[in-house]
């Protein structure tokens, strides 16, 4: 085979290989271990009970709650390769499947690469190291050199013109919130704030969506987020424990009553005991941009 038909052909490769894929699954995915994004992962619901895992399942053989909520409690069933997310109501919010066999009707699951992944639900949107998140699919990987470990099924979430790509860039932005846009950027992209306060209303809180922005002279200085959509480069985001924080930043920090501030680096966070209950963005007093 000459360079150029060679070429062609690799070029052709993913597209049948795909196809290939399809077909096979569709005719002969079996639904007990079927993962549909937002949906279902096997015979377990996103939104069923838990007890409905319980009756198929039995008791897990741990249980713990997560660090981002600790209402919301993560039940493992180590045998099976099989997790649940599980919030206050005993609802199933999120599956965790760790085994080969469970796959989606594509063919796609743990040990697939994470490139066959993006081909099919874009770029996505990481969350940490080695994580990635498909919201508008309703599925989330965990990767380690290209490959699947995990797969993640949970509820599918629109993506937001605010949160962007979700990251919290020290020194920088907040999703689509960047430091130095005019109020009235914010009021178009946000809309008018549920409060205003401060001694010139330059503080601005916006609860439904967690979000609380400071100005300086019209111009965007802060913005805190509490909620744990919200997430840095290195996967640090409200519910963590400071512990986190000052593993990845280090030890430089400047306390204000209930808070932290890396200066440097434009980062900070508001908390409770040692959890972060508000991850602040700001401008730094020196150069220096968070990782």
């Known amino acids: 085979m000459d360079v ?18 399809l077909t096979s699954s569709v005719l002969g995915q079996d639904t007990a271990t079927l993962l549909i994004g937002g949906q279902r992962a096997g015979p377990f619901l ?29 039940r493992a069933y180590k045998d099976k390769q ?8 005993s609802q199933v919010i999120g599956i965790t499947i760790a085994r080969k066999d469970w796959k989606t009707v594509e063919g796609l699951g743990v040990g697939s690469p994470v490139l066959a992944f993006q081909e099919l639900y874009g770029k996505g949107l990481k969350r940490g190291n080695g994580q990635i998140a498909f919201p508008e699919a309703g599925i989330a990987v965990t990767h380690q050199s290209g490959v699947v470990e995990l797969v993640y099924v ?34 178009k992209l946000l809309g008018p704030p549920s409060q205003k306060s401060g001694p010139e209303e330059n503080i601005w809180t916006y609860p439904d969506r967690g979000i609380r922005l400071g100005f300086i002279q019209g111009r965007l200085h802060m913005v805190g987020v509490t909620s ?11 519910g963590r424990p400071f512990s986190d924080m000052k593993r990845e930043l280090g030890g430089s ?9 890396y200066d440097s680096w434009g980062i900070g966070a508001r908390l409770q ?6 991850i602040l963005i700001f401008n ?3 150069a220096g941009r968070q990782g």
Do not use: C
């Open 228 to 238: 744990g959509d919200w997430v840095t480069p290195s996967g640090l985001k409200v």
């Open 284 to 286: 730094p007093k020196q």
């Open 82 to 89: 099989i997790a649940f997310l599980v919030n206050p109501d």
């Open 4 to 21: 150029e038909n060679g070429l062609a052909m690799k070029s052709f490769i993913p597209i049948w290989a795909f196809l290939f894929l």
């Open 46 to 74: 996103i939104g069923s009970a838990f007890s409905e895992v319980v009756a198929r399942l039995g008791q897990p053989s741990a249980s713990q709650p997560t660090s981002g909520d600790p209402g919301t409690t993560f």
């Open 154 to 187: 949970v509820k599918i979430d629109q993506v937001d013109a605010v949160k962007g790509d979700h990251l919290l860039v020290g020194g920088s932005r907040a999703g689509q919130l960047r430091l130095g846009q005019s109020n009235s950027d914010m009021l």
């Open 273 to 278: 005991g040692d959890q972060i209950v508000e």
């Open 253 to 261: 920090y400047r306390i204000d009553q209930s808070s932290v501030f």
